[in-house]
């Protein structure tokens, strides 16, 4: 299916990221390499909002010579009964598939092989607080399930009632119109920009603001993606974030902990690109946003002047600045005829995120201030799995009175799910810490060994989810740890994004 012509651009020095495959939403059967096709959403948007509003420390001049280089779109066009305006601006950033850039030696390399489809990969609301201090990021999965409003095929000219597809398939039937008029209609939250972001230039934007800095508490391997990554901190360049974001095959979350990954990438871009000068540097800020805004359509009232206005007031802005959450889901996998699988919404969660949006309030709660010089001890290491997850019984294997429970004590302080009932161990001359645990739950038992630096880990066949700590001579203190991932049932928490960016 054809899509909208944009203004010829010259060429670029090295051709960018690809576009993805067919969405679900637009077929009734797909392979399984069909599944494989990249997201880039989450990758460029949030960047691409703080390197255009940023464009107000530099200068009138180059923000008016980086406006040609923008495509052009009308998606408000014969819009009628939208949703009431709210506080604060709320901008619709949407990805479209695409490769025809892409070298075939770069489609092998990052195993970015197939056929556009010519829809939307990743939807997300962006939204500007009044007072221009914060950016809230949602996240919409591309297969939610939609009701998608009456209207006349871009295409074939033919009129469609209202009908549910996925919301991905919005912008193949209707384009950026459509896709507004669907998200509005699933929100009630009333879009006034559209910025509209292919990932061709994905790579030389992370290799133009110096690598993005991501951590993992894990191996990270995708054979789809290519993607291998042994657990620690990492400075990826612009082909190895393309593959971090793409993957969706290192842990059973799939697309959802993909979600979660690239929110992390985009936090991370955001402190790379404020903290690096490239916002305050007139040619590092010209060579990224010429290369982003290469590929960006926008509406045609999103232009110089308000690019200013943004950029003047957000130039303190940085990843503490940002908040990031997706759409909660009630059900995952919600079958509909003719259409397969899609994501259905929670609908009184999803509700008042939305309100939250309109009212212009925070979706993260507020950070504490943390004690003179607790920041770093606070960040804590990144583990697999979440403290409060993790059921521990603690047991004293010192002759010293109460050291089991100051241990006991630590690890609750610490997020874990104690008894509070220490117990004494079965010998009472123990030098080393000891971790016994079921090879079942051997994520949890090396997330609490984490908290625990030099205990051993003894694995305990059928001992069942409980986690036995018996605490040695050696123990003084429990190691702050937090988890790396807080999805739990499709539910995401809204995070800053200084909490997920590396400790």
Not at 91 to 100: A, E, N
Not at 251 to 278: C, H, N, P
Not at 380 to 406: C, F, H, M
Not at 426 to 450: G, I, M
């Amino acid at each position: 299916m054809p899509v909208p012509q944009r203004p010829q651009r010259p060429p670029q020095s090295r051709p960018a990221p690809p576009r993805r495959r067919p969405p679900q939403g637009t077929r009734p059967v797909r392979s399984r390499k069909q599944d494989e096709r990249p997201r880039w959403g989450m990758r460029v948007a949030t960047g691409l909002s703080v390197l255009v509003l940023g464009a107000g420390g530099i200068g009138h001049a180059l923000v008016s010579g980086l406006e040609d280089g923008i495509g052009r779109v009308d998606p408000f066009k014969d819009m009628k009964n939208r949703p009431q305006g709210g506080h604060g601006t709320n901008l619709l950033l949407v990805g479209t598939d695409g490769r025809d850039t892409i070298t075939k030696e770069e489609k092998k390399k990052y195993r970015l092989g197939g056929a556009p489809c010519h829809c939307t990969d990743t939807i997300m609301l962006v939204h500007l607080s009044a007072d221009r201090r914060r950016a809230s990021v949602v996240s919409l999965p591309r297969d939610s399930y939609a009701e998608m409003p009456a209207h006349t095929d871009r295409t074939t000219g033919e009129r469609h009632e209202s009908h549910p597809v996925k919301l991905n398939a919005a912008y193949a039937e209707g384009g950026p119109t459509l896709t507004v008029r669907t998200v509005e209609n699933m929100t009630k939250v009333k879009i006034d920009h559209y910025l509209e972001v292919d990932f061709t230039s994905f790579m030389k934007t992370v290799d133009a603001v110096g690598g993005v800095e991501i951590c993992t508490a894990r191996p990270m391997k995708d054979a789809y993606t290519g993607l291998d990554l042994p657990a620690g901190t990492h400075e990826l360049n612009g082909g190895q974030a393309l593959q971090y974001v793409r993957s969706r095959h290192v842990d059973v979350a799939a697309d959802l902990g993909r979600m979660e990954r690239q929110q992390k990438f985009m936090a991370a871009l955001i402190k790379q690109a404020t903290s690096s000068g490239v916002l305050l540097n007139p040619v590092r800020f010209r060579e990224v946003s010429t290369t982003v805004l290469g590929s960006v359509r926008a509406d045609k009232g999103f232009g110089t002047e308000q690019m200013l206005a943004l950029g003047k007031a957000m130039k303190g802005f940085g990843p503490a600045s940002s908040e990031f959450a997706s759409v909660p889901v009630g059900d995952p996998s919600f079958p509909v005829k003719g259409i397969g699988s899609t994501v259905r919404w929670d609908a009184e969660k999803s509700e008042k995120l939305f309100a939250d949006l309109r009212e212009d309030k925070p979706l993260a709660p507020p950070k504490p201030k943390p004690a003179a010089g607790a920041e770093k001890q606070a960040a804590g290491t990144l583990v697999d799995v979440a403290p409060k997850e993790i059921r521990v019984q603690v047991y004293n294997g010192t002759p010293k009175d109460g050291l089991g429970r100051s241990a006991d004590e630590a690890l609750r302080a610490t997020g874990f799910a104690t008894t509070q009932a220490p117990l004494n161990g079965e010998t009472r001359d123990r030098e080393r810490t000891l971790v016994e645990y079921d090879p079942r739950w051997d994520r949890s038992a090396k997330s609490l060994a984490a908290a625990l630096p030099g205990s051993e880990l003894k694995p305990v066949k059928d001992q069942g989810p409980q986690m036995r700590v018996t605490v040695g001579s050696d123990f003084t203190k429990v190691h702050p740890v937090k988890a790396e991932s807080r999805q739990t049932a499709g539910d995401f928490s809204p995070v800053r994004g200084d909490e997920v960016v590396c400790p």
